[in-house]
């Protein structure tokens, strides 16, 4: 890594990103123009399996991990005309983990019920109530308070809008009493969780062609009502939901066409812009810490570069992306612990090789240990590099017990700056598993 502006602007400033590792992506082939991508434990083995929703060949293909991220030849099952989103939720409350499709039909939202070993059949399928609705986006949850999984689609009725559906326990669903949300453009991504602290959970959309998000917050029994409509920049394509900040509250994580932007809760639902990247190309997203430091970081499906990126979470902004080879366009991500570590891997969806890409998380976060450091002398300001073992999540060095500014140049180096106040004295490295102290003195010049 070379030292440029911004890593020394980091250097005097705080702390530099961590950096991780993926292991070179496994690929599992699947279903043609695979469109979705899910996991779960389908088969009750305690292994995080994987599901794709083939929008080219009507299948849902599901590949089942044989432990440690080892995936098993995948297995196809058909569920209509081009299925575009896969969820997976117990959505008949029996206990083990179902498939849940939308399609282009007349019944578009469709079932299969897990029979608690993995093996599936067809279950109930739904309308939405309106004809040549066709559903685009979807997100799972309690949304009437009733202990089932309720849904909220966007669909392209009336040049697009959202609908709410209740389940009525065995994975069947009818129209809520909230009425059809009509907005005029397609929803691209739906997310849905308690925004405002009073109980039930709220509702988030992107909205592509007006380039909004939509704030729905649920009044109670699954009785809907437009609170915001943030702007969101353009094209907007995936909506991610999570405690980005750390503060309690849930905030949403905008995936745009060039780039990502935090949306911050206020803690009552109402949302303000926060940190922003540059990243173009991006399809989708995903939430994790993949650097075990504390902090949600994203992941992205780049379709045009055929990467995933991931962008890691500084505690104050978004880090600087770092790129992993996976299929031909990714379009969808998602992230489980896949090989039972401890840490998040990535799958993700390829649809123009038909595959999925399985990439595991070999960061290194041991307790840190320091083995050197050079010079071993100077003043003030000095760049003083730092070898040893474990430095990924570092989140402090200290000269002698001043706190110095650093950057993570690997999990073997770091790089810091003596401090001002820094006296003669020992080299302390500091991380969330543990903390290392030199041998010997880093000797102060005047």
Do not use: H, W
Not at 112 to 141: C, D, E, K, M, Q
Not at 366 to 371: D, E, F, Q
Not at 380 to 388: D, Y
Request: glycine share 14%; net charge negative.
């Amino acid at each position: 890594m070379v030292l440029g502006l911004a890593c020394t602007l980091a250097l005097t400033g705080g702390a530099a990103q961590a950096q991780v590792s993926f292991a070179a992506a496994v690929s599992v082939p699947v279903g043609q123009d695979p469109a979705s991508v899910a996991t779960g434990d389908l088969d009750g083995d305690g292994d995080i399996d994987v599901v794709s929703a083939n929008f080219g060949s009507n299948t849902v293909s599901i590949a089942f991990n044989n432990a440690n991220g080892r995936f098993a030849p995948a297995v196809s099952a058909p569920v209509g005309n081009s299925p575009l989103t896969v969820t997976v939720g117990d959505f008949d409350g029996d206990g083990d983990l179902d498939i849940l499709c939308t399609t282009f039909e007349d019944e578009p939202i469709v079932v299969l019920l897990n029979n608690g070993n993995g093996t599936f059949v067809p279950g109930p399928r739904s309308s939405l109530g309106i004809t040549y609705a066709f559903p685009y986006a979807a997100s799972a949850g309690d949304l009437d308070g009733d202990g089932d999984l309720d849904l909220v689609v966007g669909v392209s009725y009336d040049a697009g809008g959202l609908q709410v559906l209740t389940n009525n326990g065995t994975g069947a669903f009818t129209l809520s009493d909230t009425p059809f949300f009509a907005y005029g453009a397609f929803p691209t991504a739906i997310v849905n969780g308690d925004f405002d602290g009073d109980g039930d959970r709220d509702i988030a959309a992107a909205i592509s062609g007006q380039d909004r998000v939509l704030i729905l917050r649920n009044n109670g029994g699954s009785d809907f009502g437009i609170t915001a409509r943030l702007a969101s920049g353009d094209l907007p394509k995936d909506l991610l939901i999570g405690d980005l900040n750390n503060d309690g509250d849930l905030d949403l994580l905008l995936v745009r066409q060039s780039g990502l932007q935090v949306l911050r809760n206020s803690g009552s639902g109402t949302f303000s812009p926060g940190a922003a990247a540059a990243t173009s190309g991006a399809e989708a997203g995903a939430l994790a810490d993949f650097d075990s430091d504390g902090d949600l970081d994203a992941a992205l499906a780049k379709g045009q570069s055929d990467q995933a990126e991931v962008l890691l979470n500084t505690g104050t902004g978004i880090g600087t992306p770092q790129s992993f080879g996976v299929g031909d366009f990714p379009n969808d991500i998602a992230a489980a612990d896949l090989n039972a570590d401890g840490k998040p891997d990535l799958v993700v969806a390829n649809n123009n090789s038909n595959t999925l890409s399985v990439l595991l998380n070999t960061t290194q976060l041991g307790t840190p240990a320091i083995r050197r450091f050079t010079p071993t002398a100077g003043a003030v300001g000095t760049e003083v590099t730092i070898s040893g073992t474990g430095f990924n999540a570092t989140t402090a060095v200290e000269f002698d017990g001043v706190t110095a500014g650093f950057a993570v140049l690997s999990d073997t180096r770091l790089q810091a700056v003596v401090p001002p106040g820094a006296q003669t004295g020992r080299i302390k490295v500091v991380t969330p598993t543990g903390s290392a102290t030199s041998a010997r003195s880093f000797r102060v010049l005047p």
